[in-house]
T-cell receptor, first 118, second 120 residues
Framework: AQKITQTQPGMFVQEKEAVTLDCTYD???????LFWYKQPSSGEMIFLIY??????QNATEGRYSLNFQKARKSANLVISASQLGDSAMYFC???????????????FGTGTLLAVQP | EADIYQTPRYLVIGTGKKITLECSQT?????MYWYQQDPGMELHLIHY???????EKGDLSSESTVSRIRTEHFPLTLESARPSHTSQYLC???????????????????FGEGSRLTVL
């Protein structure tokens, strides 16, 4: 069964420093996609970054990068130069299903609450 | 920017009432989803749809029902609300899966702002 594990319930980081949020996953499907979402206290889910299982390079989007280690089945999110507005809940998610017939459903981890301190 | 809207944002209702949570998207996406999220917890898929007249149960059992009569509209209904239904309900939509390479499109889910339901 597919599963996403986020072992850090909460993290603190000083403003302007970098922080890594951990995510490990389990799947027997060779084709999958990994996502990170941010959920501020207002409740909406904001898409941050995506990594496909066959992508050769780690994904980057502005201050966000994804440290993809396929053999270890980990997809950690790195936020550089943290800002106060980064304080939020962060969810790692995986798309299940095969290419071409994918349901495109996402399964989510339990999340990590990040607090950025001034 | 995502164009997916949920109403109401907040609803407080008594036990036994019928409620409908509305979800609409203007992106022409075929796939739509309802997730349930308790405070501080992960999201659980309760319903999804591949297109008009298609609805499927998600991974988490739910007493709610959904319908998909129009592409843009995916309402969720609870016939008789109970305190155990108190939760946040998030609607989402997506294009077809992005496939293997990120350059083909990610297939990410676009979420609405959520509907926070409290049943007294």
């Amino acid at each position: 069964a597919q599963k996403i594990t986020q072992t850090q319930p909460g993290m603190f980081v000083q403003e302007k420093e970098a922080v890594t949020l951990d995510c490990t996953y389990d799947t027997s499907d060779p084709s999958y996609g990994l996502f990170w979402y941010k959920q501020p206290s207002s409740g909406e889910m904001i898409f941050l970054i995506y990594q496909g299982s066959y992508d050769q390079q780690n994904a980057t989007e502005g201050r966000y990068s994804l440290n993809f280690q396929k053999a270890r089945k980990s997809a950690n999110l790195v936020i550089s130069a943290s800002q106060l507005g980064d304080s939020a809940m962060y969810f790692c998610a995986m798309r299940e299903g095969l290419y071409g017939g994918a349901t495109n459903k996402l399964i989510f981890g339990t999340g990590t609450l990040l607090a950025v301190q001034p | 920017e995502a164009d997916i809207y949920q109403t109401p944002r907040y609803l407080v209702i008594g036990t036994g009432k019928k409620i409908t949570l509305e979800c609409s998207q203007t992106m022409g996406h075929d796939k739509m989803y309802w997730y349930q999220q308790d405070p501080g917890m992960e999201l659980h898929l309760i319903h999804y749809s591949y297109g008009v007249n298609s609805t499927e149960k998600g991974d988490l059992s739910s007493e709610s029902t959904v319908s998909r009569i129009r592409t843009e509209h995916f309402p969720l209904t609870l016939e008789s609300a109970r305190p155990s239904h108190t939760s946040q309900y998030l609607c989402a939509s997506s294009e077809a899966s992005g496939g293997l390479a990120s350059t083909a499109g990610t297939g990410e889910l676009f979420f609405g702002e959520g509907s926070r339901l409290t049943v007294l």
